[in-house]
Structures are given as C-alpha cells and as structure tokens.
C-alpha cells in the first residue's frame, strides 16, 4: 500500500516534536513537508527547533517552511512556562544547518494541495489552526482537495488548560479554528479528552530512554522536562503527552474511539473565548462537522510510538 | 440544634426528592418556607407542586411563597421535557387545599433573614437563583447576615445538560447566578459533576417504592417518569438524582469532597451563556468564592435519603 501523504503544522514544543519523530519514523505516512506555527513559543523558535528535529531523525530532505507569525485577530499567547525559554528544553541538541525554504507556509499549504490530487493529501495540525485557516481564505478552492485535518484541538470533559475553559490550540487563535471547523472539510479532533489519558510515566520514558538511539533517548528527554509543569499542577504521577496522538490515529485509528458531533469555538465569551464547545449529547440543532475522538487505548499508543521511535538514528 | 432554612425550589421530581429528605430530617433541618420559583415549569405550577408536597408529607404549617416568576434578564426556559407538563408527572397526587401565603418570596427571604440574629439563617437552592439575587439586590443588608447558601448549581468537568456547556439553573437565570456568585457569601454549589455519580438504579427506586409508607412510593413513580428522559440521552443504568445532593452535603459533609475554588458565570455570550467556569485546577488570579464539591459516594447518599424518607408518613 502506498503510504498516506501528510503535511505536519506545528509549534514544536516537546510533545510536538515527539509528534514528528513518531510520523517520520512510520513508513505508513509520507511527511510532504513542515509548516511551522507560533504557538507554544514564537515563530522563529518554532522554525529553529523544527529544523533541530528533522536533523535529528536524518531527514533534512523534509522541505520545511514557515507559517504564520501571530494569530489572525489576537496577540500571541505563547507557553515558555511549560515547554521552557527555547520551547525545546530538556536534550542539548546541536545548532541545526538545514535551510527553512522562502515560501510563506501558507502559500506552500495551498500549492501542495492544487498539485496534488483531491483527497491524496492530508493535513495533521499539531498548534494554532492559523496557516490553514489562512490557506482557505487565500484559496478556497484548496477546501475541496484536502483529504483530512487530523488536528490537536478541542476539550470537553476534561476542561481547558490554559484557562478553566480553553484548549492551548483555539485559545491561541480561536477565529482561524472557528473557521477551519466551518468549512466543511473532513476533521478529526484529538482533544484533551483523550490526550489525557496517554500519561508518560517513568516506566514508558525509562523505556525510550533504554531503547539507546540519539532521537529515542532525546525523545525522552524532552518529555522528562515538559512533564514537570504538568505533574506539579495536576498532582498526577505523570503528565499528559497530545501530539503524537494525532499521528498515532493515522497510524492505528482502530485504538481510538469517538462520535461524529457538532463542535463550535467560543469567540465572544470573555470567560470562555476559545472553548470548544462540543455538542456530545446532542442537545442541539447543530450539524455534526467533527469526528471527535473520545478515548485511547494508551498501552497500545506507547508500544506504537516505541517500537517505531526505535526506527530513527 | 436544627439548621434554620429557606429553600428555594421548582419542583421537579428530583426536587421534591429533596425537599422529602428535609422534611424526613427535622433535628436538621427547620424549614422556616419554601420560595417556588419559575424554572423546570411556570411559577404557578411549581407554587401548585411545592402545596402538594408538603400535604403529601403532612408538613402543612411550613409556608410557601411565590417568587418571581421569570428570570431577571432572560425569557423564561423550562424543561416540560424532562419533567412532564405538571413538572411533578408520576404520582396522581390530589389537587392541593392549601394556598400560599400572600407574601412576595423576595419579601419573606428579606424579612426572614432581618428578623434572626445574624448568621442563623441559610438559603437552601434548588433551583434557579432568581429570588436571591433579588433579594440581595433590594437589601443589600442580609449579605452579611446569611449564614451560608447551598445550592445545586453548576458544572465543570460535566459540562452541560441543557446545552453544551451550561447546567439548567445557572442557564436559565445566568445574571442571577453571577449576582450571586459575585456577592461574597459563604457558598457551596452542588455541581452536575457530582449529581450525575449519584444515578438512580432500578434498585435504588425500589427501595424507595418499598418503604411501605405514602411519600416513598410517590418518590418512586416521580422518579420513574422524571428518568426516562436522562436514560434516552445517556444510555446509562440510572438517571443522575441532582436535588438532594444539596441536603445530602447538608447533613453528612463528609461523604463529598470538593475544593474551595473560583467559579464564575458566562453572561456575555450565546454559544456558552450561563457556563460556571470553574478554576479547579487553580490557573487564573480570580479570587475562591465557592466551595465547589466534585465527588461523592452514592451508596451513602441513597442510604441517607431512603432512611430520611422512611421517616415520613
């Protein structure tokens, strides 16, 4: 079977890279490219620590470009408190050389899409929905050539962490994810709701770490320091891991369940703008536009994401 | 001594539910009124049902009032789908002899309150806060001389239930709760979070129908007709018994744990309009204002409320 043909964009961030590792590592997936995002810190941190994790899986062939630098209506709201100053705290990683190419990420996202044909190309959004959301506001006609958006996003039962209400993603840029979830296109959501029961506790990260390749080991570095701010406000023996998650439902969805529902994104509530607002109950009117995933089988995700990270340099 | 309390209700079959386990308590409980309020049905039905009640329970020199029958800023909403065009379908109970008490429900809450010492005084919420507010906006004065507010208000980890993000009583009168919530009283919600752990078996209504008295057969054909609704959209073993988890909290504290925390309402937007949202996780600067109870244990809250109802005729 040919492999599936994704585009990544994201804010790397730790669990974001892990994230990138685990897609580069699968023969199942072909990585057309790397859209950076600001997000978890700003752009040009994004792009430089992008370039690092490509260096580090061996795969500097990965045409990389940079998006969109601050969200479409808000200021930047970024995250250092819990990824560190560079974003990629934890592994010493060497100074990247790889080029980032000229093109504006968004104008990559929206020529990849016309060349290629309708529905052989996805997108898995890992940050900020802005590049996309920009994307179909350039280019509409891309809408109807996108396979897929497998996007980090959304929050129902377990409330949001950035505030009481929101998800880091939407509340980043809620206008660009309330438009992206207006458009009509296919989405998968991998909310907090599942992100959260993939736990790294220190049997699954000394299991990286004993796997003894540069990307595994600093896989498990990465975690060990991101993990910290989590375990310390939840009081839980180990902290959530969100993007490798979406990788991972392209990879093995049938450890994943979930319903097809309406999800709307808060923009006026000052308490609550950025919520994803998910009709699970079906107690409105609202057309479903969403398959949002509830549960995980996390054994089965960390075995995946092992035996594949074992793969790389 | 006997809590002094004014309950503030429309009833509802889980209500009523609550308000037998007061009258089945009265070392503590001294139920000084009830103040019906609009909310699962019109004023003059919930008026009509807390009359039936209380001759249902022989309690007939408890007075009821009527409150306000609309919310203060907002169309009324009602839940007939839930709870039947009477709001109290189940039981054939006669047509009540009694009548209310002339008073305005606001002027019999101030007047109560002025009338006691200082700190003698608490307002059991069973429903929309309306006439609280009310009460609190016209005297100012009893704010420091209530002694504490309980109140079935709320969610957080459960979202929603008559829309996706807000609970019934906030919903329907959201510039209530918020006058409330923001008036710095010693208060305690009773969150769907912990009313839907508290779900009511086929087993658990068969001990009620089993008492061999008057009022615990009723309580079981209320809350047969009242579940169905729940059962349809859940699919769960029973429906969630959200009214005495107030007096349940009330009398035995210690079979509930929760956090002093801050919730604040959603009176700003219409996607979310009437959200409490909760700071559980302690990520913003607002100030706790509530003790907000997220967990319980069912087995001792059916117990409690079968023995507290056992003691009626």
Same mark, same amino acid.
């Given at each position: 079977?040919?492999?599936q043909?994704?585009?990544?964009d994201?804010?790397?961030?730790?669990?974001?890279?892990?994230?990138?590792?685990?897609?580069?590592a699968? /023969?199942?997936?072909?990585?057309?490219?790397?859209?950076?995002?600001?997000?978890?810190?700003?752009?040009?941190?994004?792009?430089?620590?992008a370039?690092?994790?490509?260096?580090?899986?061996?795969?500097?062939?990965v045409?990389?470009? *940079?998006?969109?630098?601050? /969200?479409?209506?808000?200021?930047?709201?970024?995250?250092?408190h819990?990824?560190?100053?560079?974003?990629?705290?934890?592994?010493?990683?060497p100074? /990247?050389?790889? $080029?980032?190419?000229?093109?504006?990420?968004?104008?990559?996202?929206?020529?990849?899409?016309? *060349?290629?044909? $309708?529905?052989?190309?996805s997108?898995?959004?890992?940050?900020?929905?802005?590049?996309?959301?920009?994307?179909?506001?350039?280019? /509409?006609?891309?809408?109807?050539r996108?396979g897929?958006?497998?996007?980090?996003?959304?929050?129902?039962?377990?409330?949001?962490?950035?505030? $009481?209400?929101?998800?880091?993603?939407?509340?980043?840029?809620?206008?660009a994810?309330?438009?992206?979830?207006?458009?009509?296109?296919?989405?998968?959501?991998?909310?907090?709701?599942?992100?959260?029961?993939?736990?790294?506790?220190?049997?699954r990260?000394?299991?990286?770490?004993?796997?003894?390749?540069?990307?595994?080991v600093?896989?498990?570095?990465?975690?060990?320091?991101?993990?910290?701010?989590?375990?310390?406000?939840?009081?839980?023996?180990?902290a959530?891991?969100?993007?490798?998650?979406?990788?991972a439902f392209l990879?093995?969805?049938?450890?994943?369940?979930?319903r097809?529902?309406?999800?709307?994104?808060?923009?006026?509530?000052?308490?609550?703008?950025?919520?994803?607002?998910?009709?699970w109950?079906?107690?409105?009117?609202?057309?479903?536009?969403?398959?949002f995933?509830?549960?995980?089988?996390?054994?089965?995700?960390?075995?995946?994401?092992?035996?594949?990270?074992?793969?790389?340099? | 001594?006997?809590?002094r309390v004014?309950?503030?209700?429309d @009833?509802?079959?889980?209500?009523a539910?609550?308000?037998?386990?007061?009258?089945?308590a &009265?070392?503590?409980?001294e139920?000084?009124?009830?103040?019906?309020?609009?909310? =699962?049905?019109?004023?003059?039905?919930?008026?009509?049902?807390c009359?039936?009640?209380?001759?249902l329970?022989?309690? !007939?020199?408890?007075?009821?009032f009527?409150?306000? @029958?609309? &919310?203060i800023?907002?169309?009324?909403?009602?839940?007939?789908?839930?709870?039947g065009p !009477?709001?109290?379908?189940? @039981?054939?109970?006669?047509?009540?002899?009694?009548? +209310?008490? &002339? %008073?305005?429900?606001?002027?019999?809450?101030?007047?109560?309150?002025?009338? =006691?010492?200082?700190?003698?005084?608490?307002?059991? #919420?069973? #429903?929309?806060?309306?006439?609280?507010?009310?009460a609190?906006?016209?005297? @100012?004065?009893?704010?420091? %001389?209530?002694r504490r507010?309980?109140?079935? +208000?709320g +969610?957080?980890?459960?979202v929603?239930n008559?829309?996706?993000?807000?609970?019934?009583?906030?919903?329907?009168?959201?510039?209530?709760?918020?006058i409330?919530?923001?008036?710095?009283?010693?208060?305690?919600?009773?969150p769907?979070d912990?009313?839907?752990?508290?779900? #009511?078996?086929?087993?658990?209504?068969?001990?009620?129908?089993?008492?061999?008295?008057?009022?615990?057969?009723?309580? +079981?054909?209320?809350?047969r007709?009242?579940e169905?609704?729940?059962?349809?959209?859940?699919?769960?073993e029973?429906?969630?018994?959200?009214?005495?988890?107030?007096?349940?909290?009330m009398?035995?504290?210690?079979?509930?744990s929760?956090r002093?925390?801050?919730?604040?309402?959603?009176?700003? #937007?219409?996607?979310?309009?009437?959200?409490?949202?909760?700071?559980w996780?302690?990520?913003?600067?607002r &100030?706790?204002?509530?003790?907000?109870?997220?967990?319980?244990?069912?087995?001792?809250?059916?117990?409690l409320?079968?023995?507290?109802?056992? %003691?009626?005729?």
């Amino acid at each position: 079977m040919l492999p599936q043909k994704i585009i990544i964009d994201t804010d790397p961030g730790q669990d974001d890279a892990v994230a990138l590792l685990l897609a580069l590592a699968s /023969p199942e997936l072909s990585v057309e490219g790397v859209v950076t995002v600001a997000g978890n810190v700003p752009l040009d941190r994004t792009t430089y620590n992008a370039r690092q994790v490509l260096e580090l899986a061996g795969r500097t062939d990965v045409p990389l470009h *940079a998006g969109a630098a601050r /969200p479409m209506r808000r200021d930047l709201v970024t995250a250092e408190h819990v990824h560190g100053p560079t974003g990629l705290d934890g592994p010493s990683l060497p100074v /990247p050389t790889m $080029p980032v190419r000229d093109k504006h990420g968004v104008d990559f996202l929206i020529e990849s899409f016309r *060349a290629a044909t $309708p529905g052989e190309l996805s997108l898995v959004t890992l940050g900020p929905l802005t590049n996309i959301a920009m994307a179909l506001v350039k280019a /509409p006609d891309i809408a109807a050539r996108i396979g897929r958006i497998v996007m980090i996003a959304g929050t129902r039962l377990e409330g949001g962490n950035i505030t $009481p209400a929101a998800a880091f993603n939407e509340y980043v840029d809620p206008e660009a994810a309330d438009l992206v979830l207006r458009s009509g296109l296919p989405i998968t959501m991998v909310p907090m709701d599942v992100t959260h029961r993939c736990l790294s506790t220190k049997a699954r990260l000394d299991a990286l770490r004993a796997l003894g390749n540069r990307a595994a080991v600093a896989a498990a570095e990465m975690l060990s320091f991101s993990e910290a701010f989590d375990m310390q406000k939840y009081g839980w023996e180990a902290a959530p891991l969100h993007d490798p998650c979406a990788i991972a439902f392209l990879l093995r969805p049938d450890i994943f369940t979930g319903r097809k529902v309406h999800v709307g994104i808060e923009l006026k509530g000052e308490l609550t703008y950025g919520m994803s607002v998910v009709d699970w109950w079906r107690v409105t009117d609202r057309v479903p536009n969403v398959d949002f995933l509830h549960d995980i089988d996390a054994h089965a995700f960390y075995a995946l994401l092992t035996q594949r990270l074992a793969r790389l340099p | 001594m006997a809590e002094r309390v004014i309950i503030l209700t429309d @009833p509802g079959q889980d209500q009523a539910a609550a308000i037998l386990m007061m009258l089945g308590a &009265p070392e503590v409980f001294e139920v000084l009124g009830l103040v019906a309020t609009a909310g =699962n049905i019109d004023l003059a039905h919930t008026l009509r049902n807390c009359l039936k009640l209380l001759e249902l329970t022989g309690c !007939t020199d408890i007075p009821v009032f009527a409150g306000c @029958p609309r &919310p203060i800023r907002r169309p009324l909403v009602m839940a007939e789908h839930v709870h039947g065009p !009477t709001g109290l379908d189940g @039981p054939d109970l006669p047509e009540p002899w009694m009548s +209310a008490d &002339p %008073r305005h429900g606001v002027r019999f809450i101030i007047e109560t309150i002025l009338a =006691n010492p200082p700190d003698t005084i608490t307002i059991v #919420s069973l #429903s929309p806060l309306t006439n609280l507010a009310m009460a609190l906006i016209e005297a @100012p004065e009893i704010t420091g %001389r209530i002694r504490r507010v309980v109140a079935m +208000a709320g +969610a957080y980890f459960e979202v929603g239930n008559i829309t996706p993000t807000a609970e019934f009583n906030v919903y329907v009168d959201p510039e209530a709760a918020d006058i409330v919530l923001r008036a710095g009283l010693d208060l305690t919600l009773l969150p769907l979070d912990v009313t839907h752990k508290m779900l #009511s078996t086929p087993q658990r209504l068969g001990a009620f129908a089993a008492l061999g008295n008057r009022c615990g057969p009723a309580l +079981a054909e209320m809350l047969r007709f009242s579940e169905a609704f729940d059962l349809r959209k859940y699919g769960w073993e029973g429906a969630p018994l959200h009214g005495p988890c107030v007096p349940a909290y009330m009398m035995a504290p210690d079979i509930f744990s929760g956090r002093r925390i801050n919730v604040s309402v959603e009176t700003g #937007s219409e996607l979310t309009l009437g959200m409490t949202a909760a700071d559980w996780w302690g990520i913003t600067e607002r &100030p706790k204002n509530v003790f907000y109870v997220r967990d319980g244990d069912p087995v001792a809250y059916y117990h409690l409320l079968t023995h507290c109802v056992g %003691r009626l005729p």
